[in-house]
């Protein structure tokens, strides 16, 4: 009867190869490749781990001769499965260009001491084919002189059309009962307007076209001046910030005009109260706001507090980014109340001087009898 063989363990071999450690998995197979020849079923298997070791060594000499061997197995599957191998190991390489990949240095360190590291340096290469090459961009080139020339040319005329200091003056006044006079005047230092300041003038006589703008030279603008009801003038100042705040391009801030008048018949009592909201508008550079208050009027509370112009009147400051308040207080005299008080007065006066006059013998002339 013939010897029964015992299958080989191959565990630890298959364990090496899955790990990349090709140099002991050949080892272990070797010894056993020897004691199991080809006819054997288990020596077949073998043979088959030692083509992939093999191939993971890079050693395809070795691989393609093992395949041919295998290719001719009194097995089906054996002889199948060397078949494909040979194929995949006796077609053609493809080279790749060495700027497409990055070299790395070789390290002579090796978990068995026998130079694994060459040895997995001399790996197949990659049969996958080659990466689309890149668009034909071409060289990049630097800029010429003449391109450097023109965008310097774009830039500063950028710089003179959209920098400069801007100046926004406000005079208010009250010129009578419920009669405000709210004038505004932008002007660039420039000596031309700003292209927001071109923007403004058509959406205030889309938007608000009962607000006069004038269009004056060297970069002024001159908006509003008539005397109108507090309520109206209030409307006006909103509806101005808002399309000066979107010809910017910046957020429009909130702002408030309110006037209480108390009559005492001789005179009007005035309170006015002015409210800017400038925390949302950002900083810009040159950009300064002032509002010359009314000469007879009286600050009653101002935050921040208001100082002296060049021509003696009350300019006040308003900063972007902050929050500013204000209160006034005037009084003004009413002719028809004056003269309302003063006929009862005269009148009073010439009774008492007629009742003296009597008492003193001047009475009232008599006729002969």
């Known amino acids: 009867m013939a010897e029964m063989r015992v299958p080989p363990d191959l565990s630890e071999a298959e364990a090496a190869l899955e790990r990349g450690d090709y140099g002991q998995c050949l080892a272990m197979l070797h010894p056993l490749a020897n004691a199991h020849p080809l006819p054997d079923p288990s020596g077949a298997q073998i043979r088959l781990l030692m083509i992939t070791a093999w191939m993971g060594q890079g050693d395809e000499a070795s691989a393609i001769a093992t395949c041919k061997l ?12 060397a078949k494909q191998l040979l194929t995949i190991l006796e077609s053609p390489s493809l080279d ?20 694994l590291a060459a040895g997995a340096a001399k790996r197949r290469r990659s049969r996958r084919p080659p990466p689309p090459p890149p668009p034909p961009t071409g060289p990049t080139r630097g800029p010429t002189l003449g391109f450097a020339l023109i965008v310097t040319a774009v830039l500063l005329g950028l710089t003179v059309l959209l920098s400069g200091c801007v100046r926004i003056d406000g005079a208010l006044a009250i010129t009578g009962p419920d009669r405000v006079t709210l004038q505004w005047t932008v002007r660039s230092d420039s000596g031309r307007l700003l292209p927001w300041q071109r923007r403004l003038a058509p959406m205030l006589a889309a938007t608000t076209p009962s607000i006069p703008l004038e269009q004056r030279g060297s970069g002024d603008q001159l908006i509003g001046g008539d005397p109108l009801p507090a309520k109206t ?46 925390s949302n508008v950002p900083d810009v550079p040159g950009l300064r706001i002032g509002l010359h208050l009314p000469e007879a009027a009286k600050v009653a509370r101002a935050d921040p507090s208001a100082q002296a112009a060049d021509d003696g009147s009350l300019l006040w400051i308003l900063h972007p980014g902050e929050d500013h308040r204000i209160e006034l207080n005037s009084w003004r005299w009413s002719a028809l109340g004056l003269s309302s008080v003063a006929v009862p007065v005269l009148l009073g006066l010439s009774l008492m001087l007629q009742s003296v006059r009597r008492q003193l013998g001047f009475g009232f002339p008599e006729l002969p009898s």
């Open 70 to 81: 295998l290719s001719r197995s009194q097995q089906p599957d054996i002889r199948a499965q």
């Open 96 to 115: 790749r260009p060495e700027r497409w990949s990055m070299r790395l240095p070789e390290l002579n360190v090796s978990a068995t001491g026998n130079g």
């Open 233 to 278: 003038v209030a409307h006006q100042l909103e509806e101005l910030v808002q399309a000066a705040a979107a010809a910017a391009g910046v957020p429009a801030p909130d702002v408030e005009l309110t006037l209480q008048e108390r009559n005492w018949l001789v005179g009007v009592r005035q309170t006015m109260n002015l409210h800017f909201d400038l």
